[in-house]
């Protein structure tokens, strides 16, 4: 099971650091990875991080802006997000998958949270 927060309403050019927390399984042999969705749009990834975290993978939009990270110790993947914007408003969602590789696809990810809503206003 998985569980985001952290979200919240942020003026442009603020930040806000989501927080996903897992029990039920064994966290470290996951890789872990954010998508987000606004109204009307696709589920787009926005990030994904290797099971010891050691390698890290963006989107265009949020790299140099967002930073991925995990506590194996605390089961916790986090998303460090500055410089927002309003184009980043929408609900976050943290994601695990078992496998050695990067994806940016949604339907490699096995497990979903419930998602979090930033919102970021002009």
Request: proline share 3%; net charge positive.
């Given at each position: ?27 470290s ?12 749009k ?11 975290g ?5 989107s ?20 460090q997000m500055?410089?927002?914007k ?13 496998s050695?590789c ?21």
């Amino acid at each position: 099971q998985l569980q985001a927060f952290g979200g919240g309403l942020v003026q442009a050019g603020g930040s806000l650091r989501l927080s996903c927390a897992a029990s039920g399984r064994t966290f470290s042999s996951y890789r872990m990875g954010w998508f987000r969705q606004a109204p009307g749009k696709e589920r787009e990834f926005v990030a994904t991080i290797s099971v010891i975290g050691g390698r890290t993978y963006y989107s265009d939009s949020v790299k140099g802006r967002f930073t991925i990270s995990r506590d194996n110790a605390k089961s916790t993947v986090y998303l460090q997000m500055n410089s927002l914007k309003p184009e980043d408003t929408a609900v976050y969602y943290c994601a695990a998958y078992s496998s050695s590789c990067p994806s940016v696809s949604p339907t490699d990810y096995a497990y979903w949270g419930q998602g979090t809503q930033v919102t970021v206003s002009s």
